[in-house]
């Protein structure tokens, strides 16, 4: 089982980034996909959720409205497109997955049967 995520670099505000999730070795299409965010010397924070048909989202505060999720289960591949970034958008986010019908708070962390390793994301003033 492996979760991947990439597409994370260096973005000037302003500026808008895509990431990847790339899972292997089960089944994407039955699972609900998470994307967190650390930033150093701070928790892990939820950043949005997708549903495993794509039909139910959850959003974060801190991104609402700048923020685009989707996903693509013939390809086991998820997506996150962050526009208008911040530099306290900067971070390294995280994708997970959980199965969708054992789903009950998206942003809890523990739900969460596979996590990926992160992709740094750092966005300049």
């Known amino acids: 089982v492996q979760l991947q995520a990439s597409g994370g670099g260096l973005v000037p505000a302003g500026g808008s980034l895509r990431l990847s999730c790339a899972a292997t070795?089960?089944?994407?299409?039955?699972?609900?996909i998470g994307w967190f965010r650390q930033v150093p010397g701070k928790e892990r924070e939820g950043v949005l959720c997708i549903s495993k048909s794509s039909d139910i989202t959850y959003y974060g505060e801190s991104v609402k409205g700048r923020i685009t999720i989707s996903r693509d289960n013939a390809k086991n591949t998820g997506y996150l497109q962050i526009h208008s970034l911040k530099p306290e958008d900067t971070a390294v986010y995280y994708c997970?997955?959980?199965?969708?019908?054992?789903?009950?708070?998206?942003?809890?962390?523990?739900?969460?049967?596979?996590w990926g390793k992160g992709t740094l994301v750092t966005v300049s003033s």
């Open positions: 070795g089960f089944t994407f299409g039955d699972y609900a």
């Open positions: 997970a997955a959980v199965l969708d019908e054992e789903l009950n708070t998206w942003s809890h962390q523990s739900e969460y049967d596979y």
